[in-house]
């Protein structure tokens, strides 16, 4: 016996893809005996190419694919098993539809005490990707997400490359798969100011009591005397 894998291509109707994410080979169990050992070997580089033009049923299970294999190696040698990781593969066809959509995160940033992130402000690079896949499904992207990542006790700028979140049910295609995110940190300081109370947009006179406030902020250390 020999155990070997079996690629699987697909060969699609053009402006047609699918739906769900196909698998890319599947494990076979071949019964060979003597010199076919060495036929097994050569047969490890080979692959089943599914046609889906005209295809009467988007379901393929393993008996589809353990004839195929059959036919390949021939009938003196046994195709015992084929193994696969779901029950059958699912072929679905859609047409294929295109979106441009924002890019967004999830990421756990805490810094040292002292520090703080600029105005709040994560930078993603690119903002927006292209998708590509099934119209049943890109049209209903909004956005699409980064991998979820920690960063902890920063006390300084930092950039770092974060992949894509992998569409593990849905077969996506993403223009770039992966984010440059850049997250800029400065030591900032404690600042208090008093500052006048005003009516705004008013056209009465009015007094206030007290005249000021005392107004307690977190600034930049380098523009605390701004």
Known sequence: ESNIEVRLNYNIPEGKCLVYNPPSKVNVTLAAKGWDLFFLNVFKSSSITINLNNRSSNIVNAVEIQSRISDIV?????????????????????DM?????????????????????????????????????????????????????????LNQSIEETIPLLKSEEYNLDFSSKNITVKIPIEQVIEKQLYVPVQAVNSTDSLMFYPKRVLLTCIVPFNQFDK
């Open 74 to 94: 021939g009938s003196d040698k046994s195709v015992k098993s084929v193994y696969f990781e779901q029950e059958y593969i699912d072929l679905e066809l859609d």
């Open 97 to 153: 539809s295109q979106k441009y959509i924002p890019v967004t995160e999830a990421l756990t940033i805490q810094t040292q005490k002292g520090y703080d992130i600029v105005n709040d402000s994560i930078i993603l690079s690119p903002d927006s990707i292209w998708v590509t896949g099934p119209k049943l499904v890109v049209d209903n992207l909004d956005y699409w997400p980064i991998k979820q990542k920690s960063f902890n006790s």
